[in-house]
């Protein structure tokens, strides 16, 4: 596991904790919000620039650098994905705090894909962050 991804994910338990106590939970609920549309204007940007806009291009969100994972199908209709480890899911695991990973890493998927074509049906029934096997990611045009 990258060390950078680790102090960046630590910081981040560090600085939600630190607002919700602070501030309350709806302080972390803000934040995200804020950070899911940003996801949202950039991926926008992304497919209008790149003139794509199809599932096969979401496959950039995975990367071997933070993801072990296998492909089940990937097209232009259709990409689908199992994740079976994420750095970030053990470093939030870790901190005993797999809730700020849900809301600040794992939610921003549907911004992504809300951005970039919200004509693509994205579907997620399973993720390494709630204690499941696998994270299960199913993009697919409508």
């Known amino acids: 596991m990258s060390k950078d991804i680790f102090n960046r994910d630590m910081l981040l338990v560090s600085a939600a904790r630190f607002l919700e106590e602070e501030y309350g ?3 972390l609920e803000a934040l995200a919000e804020y950070k899911n549309a940003r996801n949202r204007e950039r991926w926008k940007e992304i497919a209008e ?3 794509r806009s199809d599932p096969e ?3 950039r969100l995975f990367t071997d650098r933070v993801h072990e994972y296998r ?7 259709a990409l689908e994905v199992i ?7 053990e470093n939030f695991q870790r ?7 849900m809301k600040m890493i794992c939610m921003g998927d549907y911004a992504v894909v809300e951005g970039f074509n919200p004509d693509i049906r994205f579907r997620r029934p399973k993720t390494l962050m709630d ?8 993009f697919e045009l409508e």
């Open 71 to 77: 492909v089940v199908r990937k097209s232009r209709e």
């Open 49 to 51: 620039e790149t003139g």
């Open 131 to 138: 204690g499941d096997e696998c994270c299960h990611f199913i």
């Open 25 to 27: 939970e709806g302080a």
């Open 95 to 101: 901190f005993n705090a797999a809730d700020v990973g």
């Open 57 to 59: 291009y979401l496959f």
């Open 83 to 89: 994740v079976t480890r994420c750095a970030h899911a």
